[in-house]
């Protein structure tokens, strides 16, 4: 049985005060959740503060973004073991926008999920095509190859610790949602290509959110899918009504 994981991803938004009262009411309502694991990412100058605010709930701390090295001259970044020092337990990796926005390629991604996992985090390793992708008939061909370069070198037991997220690009804050026979085909093959990879039994524990636009509105029909596991919200989860609206969707 895969556990449905629901993660906010806050993404550049809210400042200090907005983000605690945030994470203090996702925290409160959480505690009429069962079943569904919780997760929210807000900005890195924030994790502290929302972290003190989530203490004592069942809501995990993530965060939205890393650098692969342990220490050192690296000006602006973040290391693995301070994310966990702040109390993290999850960190998002490649992100369609800092793969599009910022340039990281699945060569970064790599060297990420490496040092996430032996810090001890979970990592939340994104995956998604573009529309044009979609159009041209190559989605298939694209989460392939993301996802071998994204977790090349990746044990059996480590890949048991990561989440997979499938997040289209052109769905991704635009309002257009996958629909939930386009988002279980990839999640299908997602399980596939870890079958292949790796074997059935392990394909069939990974846990894979889907992302993009998604709402209290249509939550319900796409976590209903098999193969859908739960969902990397975006602008939704910046209030606490619609973040539990999609939440109820998941059992
Ligand atoms: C995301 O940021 O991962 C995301 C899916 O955004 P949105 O829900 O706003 O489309």
Redesign the pocket.
């Known amino acids: 049985m895969r556990r449905p994981f629901i993660a906010g991803?806050w993404?550049m938004n809210l400042n200090r005060a907005e983000a605690v009262a945030l994470a203090k009411a996702v925290a409160e309502r959480s505690t009429a959740v069962e079943g569904v694991e919780l997760a929210v990412c807000p900005p890195s100058v924030y994790l502290e503060a929302v972290g003190n605010a989530l203490k004592g709930s069942k809501v995990g701390l993530g965060a939205q973004n890393m650098y692969h090295e342990a220490s050192g001259a690296f000006t602006g970044e973040i290391s693995a073991a301070m994310l966990v020092d702040l109390g993290c337990r999850y960190v998002?990796l490649g992100?369609?926008?800092r793969r599009h926005v910022l340039g990281e390629t699945d060569a970064d991604v790599n060297r990420k999920v490496a040092a996430a996992l032996k810090a001890g985090l979970t990592p939340i390793v994104?995956v998604g095509e573009l529309l044009a992708e979609r159009e041209a008939g190559q989605t298939s061909a694209v989460i392939r190859r993301q996802f071998d370069g994204s977790l090349a070198g990746v044990s059996a037991a480590d890949l048991a610790k990561i989440v997979i997220?499938y997040?289209p690009v052109w769905?991704?804050?635009?309002g257009k949602v996958a629909s939930p026979e386009q988002a279980e085909e990839v999640h299908l093959d997602l399980r596939k290509i870890m079958a292949n990879r790796y074997n059935a039994g392990l394909a069939q524990e990974v846990r894979i959110q889907y992302?993009?636009?998604?709402k209290p509105s249509n939550a319900a029909e796409l976590l209903s899918q098999a193969d859908v596991d739960g969902a990397?919200?975006?602008?939704?989860?910046l209030k606490a009504d619609d973040f539990f609206g999609i939440v109820a969707g998941a059992k």
């Open positions: 991803n993404k998002i992100h369609s926008e994104c997220a997040e769905a991704i804050g635009t992302g993009g636009s998604v990397l919200v975006g602008g939704a989860s």
